[in-house]
């Protein structure tokens, strides 16, 4: 890079929250239509879109809905006529979503939610933790966890090129921790628009309602069998869901290939573009975080080395498809894992936790995985709560011993009077 | 008024649907796509209209169609429009959400009310068969009072929820009443829906011969019934006026009504309607009518 | 088993393409279809375009607004909604063996 291109791109650097990153990144991805309810903490995303829109800068159709579930209904609808699409949500948005998500990735529409993370009630909450973006993981999206401003806005970009890749077509969530990133002001690189849209050119879409040339019906009953008439065959539900499913397993070459080509054009990557690696090469022991965990962790990261141990962080960036066999390759021969979990799959334990045991299942000498619960709710993720749990996981990892109840880091039952 | 030879000749469903003998819904699409011609979009949420539709591979009908969840048909409708207004084809394409009464008047009616608050370029159809028929007579807010549902085996205690009156409340440019048995008013409705910009809202009586029980045949002299006796007037509210349509005009005079208990006796949902019941309609339909002649005064 | 990456990747949505007779020929649903007595048919008689009632409201398109009116038997349900609806009683709905 010459002087002045250093010097034309640093005047490009904003300070954004997550927020406002994201609507920056949906700018410029020349989104055509945006159909999105307000919620917290996602709502600043969906008024930064209303000022573009009315400022000149964006040309879409925001569709400003009754609901979210109208908004995913009507996401849809517009994808399916032809246009790119994206909206954002929180927590009991996106659980108001639901029911459009496996409607969304059945249909195979390219569509991109910006997922403010947040708690789902009861009892009310309005902070963060991943039990939201947790919910959405069988519905066949791809899915994202950001872990600053900057990822949220590249990220944004790479979601749409890889959603509407012709081997993939798949929706994609692009996760923040609500607050923690959502709403923190971080310096933002914007790139020129040329330059995004060189990378990411217009949506070529397989299925496009509005050239009515091409009469079809979208998404009708689909049996349990195909069908076959002279005039052709048409596949069964079973054969759809498994395109679907090979799509996800596939996409990950895909995923790759786009952060690569990004990372060469732009000059930042994350990782192998399906987990970021902290000090791990000379590392034993491996927390095991996404997001705001990872942030966290990070800080203490030294300290624990500091203190003799061989510690690094992988912090993982694609959850949806889970990238199993990088995360085999990388763990073959490691002797810890402390994971930290912002979500719990309720009666069994945190999900990353579970998630990478059956990820690493069967290989040989496997690590020691023991995770925590953290910061549900948005309580805070102390340095002391990762230290706290690391020690604990050595020492058990020490006597080899396997527990099976779900610790909680952070807790403050001995502070309740009426537990006396 | 149209006549038999303006009506579009081609059709635009093809024979051998999925569809009950004798369906008036069958009939009614048949006759609003011949008024809205090849450069519309259908949406269509679950209901026996997804079934006319075909199975996955082929399908029936000759113009696009959306498939969409039950709650969804008014947001879909929007979804279409916004994507056609962002290519410039919203002129050119009409955008047509088609559902059935409890996806209109149950579960879709936030989306509804949603889509035409915000003005959504579309038309809302809504063909009334007075319960879930598709998933097998189960009574909806449509359901009139005293009628046999499979949840109302003792007969509807509740009388059928007024959508027109609902729709028109949204202060839309066009709302209108029309019934499968007189397929010219119902095709000239949606002609005239079609060349209106802003949300329209067509509200269909759609005879059901096994969700009534009746014998396929007369599902015209059902819905004919149900015209003749006052109790499903077609009219049209167009800019606020009150026009009745001139299949019902006649019955602002009440000596020319039917009694309602023909239209009563000639289905089995009703078998067991109370005497008490069939005062409230007399009471309900004179109320009705009433309300009519005062606003044609009033305007 | 055919399971190479470009297999999958031609099925995508559930999309449908127009066909006739989608639910097979629905003809066979009833013994029961409509002849037509062209003595009596009003278009047949007076060679006019005019009536085709049993057209309009065939709730299955399987009559022609023709004179005469033909009606497509492999399609008809038999609902018998034209004999009804037609002023002159034209129409009579007879049994028809099918094999």
């Known amino acids: 890079m010459t002087q002045t291109e250093i010097a034309d791109k640093e005047k490009n650097i904003k300070i954004l929250t997550g927020n406002y990153a994201a609507a920056h990144a949906y700018m410029q991805s020349r989104v055509g239509v945006i159909s999105a309810y307000p919620i917290t903490p996602q709502s600043p995303v969906v008024e930064k879109i209303s000022e573009f829109i009315r400022d ?267 990238p199993v066999k990088y995360l085999r390759d990388f763990f073959k021969g490691k002797k810890n894992i402390v994971i930290f979990d912002r979500a719990i799959g309720y009666g069994y334990e945190g999900v990353l936790c579970y998630e990478l045991k059956a990820a690493l299942y069967g290989l040989q000498d496997p690590p020691f995985i023991k995770g925590f619960i953290v910061g549900l709710g948005g309580r805070d993720v102390k340095g002391e709560h990762i230290i706290e749990g690391v020690h604990r996981a050595l020492e058990l990892s020490k006597k080899g011993e396997i527990t099976y109840e779900t610790e909680f880091l952070g807790l403050k039952l001995d502070e309740l009077d009426f537990l006396d | 008024m149209v006549n038999v030879m303006d009506v579009r000749e081609e059709e635009f469903i093809n024979p051998g649907t999925r569809m009950c003998s004798g369906c008036a819904m069958a009939l009614i699409y048949r006759i609003a796509l011949k008024a809205l011609g090849p450069k519309t979009i259908i949406t269509v949420p679950a209901s026996c209209l997804t079934v006319l539709h075909g199975m996955q591979g082929f399908c029936t009908t000759k113009v696009s169609v959306l498939h969409t969840p039950f709650a969804t048909t008014g947001a879909s409708a929007s979804g279409i429009v916004a994507s056609l207004e962002e290519k410039g084809l919203a002129d050119e394409i009409c955008v047509v959400a088609f559902a059935g009464d409890g996806g209109t008047a149950d579960i879709g009616i936030q989306a509804l009310s949603g889509a035409v608050e915000r003005g959504t370029n579309f038309i809302y159809a809504c063909y009334d068969n007075e319960a879930y028929m598709n998933t097998g007579v189960q009574r909806s807010g449509s359901t009139p009072l005293g009628a046999f549902t499979a949840t109302t085996p003792g007969g509807k205690i509740r009388p059928k929820k007024n959508m027109p009156k609902i729709l028109e409340a949204h202060g839309i440019p066009y709302v209108a009443t029309a019934n499968g048995s007189y397929p010219l008013d119902l095709y000239e409705k949606f002609q005239k829906a079609r060349e209106i910009k802003g949300s329209k809202y067509i509200h269909i009586l759609s005879a059901c011969p096994p969700g009534w029980g009746y014998d396929p045949k007369d599902t015209i002299k059902l819905g004919k019934l149900a015209n003749d006796t006052g109790f499903w007037p077609l009219y049209e509210i167009i800019n606020g006026k009150l026009i009745i349509s001139k299949d019902s005009k006649k019955y602002l005079d009440p000596s020319k009504r039917k009694p309602i208990q023909d239209y009563f006796k000639a289905q089995k949902r009703f078998n067991n309607i109370s005497q008490d019941e069939i005062e409230v309609y007399r009471r309900n339909i004179d109320d009705l009518w009433n309300d009519f002649k005062r606003r044609l005064e009033s305007q | 088993m055919t399971d190479s990456k470009k297999d999958y990747q031609k099925i995508l949505a559930s999309v449908q393409k127009p066909v006739k007779g989608e639910a097979g020929k629905t003809g066979t649903w009833s013994n029961f279809k409509p002849i037509i007595d062209l003595e009596k048919c009003i278009p047949a008689k007076s060679g006019k375009a005019t009536c085709f009632n049993c057209w309009l409201y065939c709730p299955e398109a399987v009559v022609t607004r023709t004179i005469p009116p033909k009606i497509d038997l492999d399609y008809c349900k038999g609902c018998g909604i034209c004999m009804e609806e037609c002023p002159v009683n034209a129409i009579t709905m007879e049994e028809v063996k099918t094999e």
Request: charged share 20%; glycine share 6%.
């Open chain 1, 56 to 322: 000149g800068k964006l040309k879409a159709k925001f569709l400003l809905v009754e609901s979210e579930h109208s908004a995913a209904a009507a996401c849809c609808a517009a994808s399916a006529t032809g246009s790119r699409v994206g909206t954002a949500t929180s927590a009991h948005g996106l659980m108001l979503m639901y029911e459009m998500l496996p409607w969304a990735s059945g249909t195979r529409l390219p569509i991109v939610i910006n997922l403010a993370t947040r708690s789902c009630g009861a009892p009310w909450s309005i902070w963060d933790d991943h039990s939201d973006f947790i919910a959405a993981r069988d519905v066949g999206w791809i899915q994202f966890m950001c872990e600053d401003n900057q990822e949220i806005y590249d990220t944004n970009f790479q979601a749409f090129k890889i959603a509407e890749d012709p081997r993939v077509y798949v929706p994609t969530i692009v996760a923040y921790d609500g607050y923690l990133l959502s709403h923190t002001l971080m310096p933002v690189q914007l790139e020129n628009q040329e330059n995004i849209d060189a990378f990411l050119p217009p949506l070529k879409h397989h299925i496009n309602l509005s050239d009515i040339s091409q009469i079809k019906g979208v998404g009708p009953v689909t049996t349990p069998n195909i069908i076959k008439r002279e005039e052709g065959t048409a596949p069964g539900y079973y054969e759809f869901r498994y395109a679907l499913q090979k799509a996800l397993e596939n996409s990950i070459d895909v995923i790759k290939e786009v952060h690569d080509e990004f990372a060469e054009k732009f000059g930042r990557s994350y990782g192998n573009g399906l987990f970021k690696t902290y000090k791990t090469e000379d590392a034993d022991t491996i927390i095991f975080a996404m997001g705001s965990v990872s942030a966290q962790t990070r800080t203490v990261i030294e300290k624990l080395r500091a203190d003799g141990l061989k510690i690094g962080l992988v912090t993982l960036r694609l959850f949806r498809p889970f």
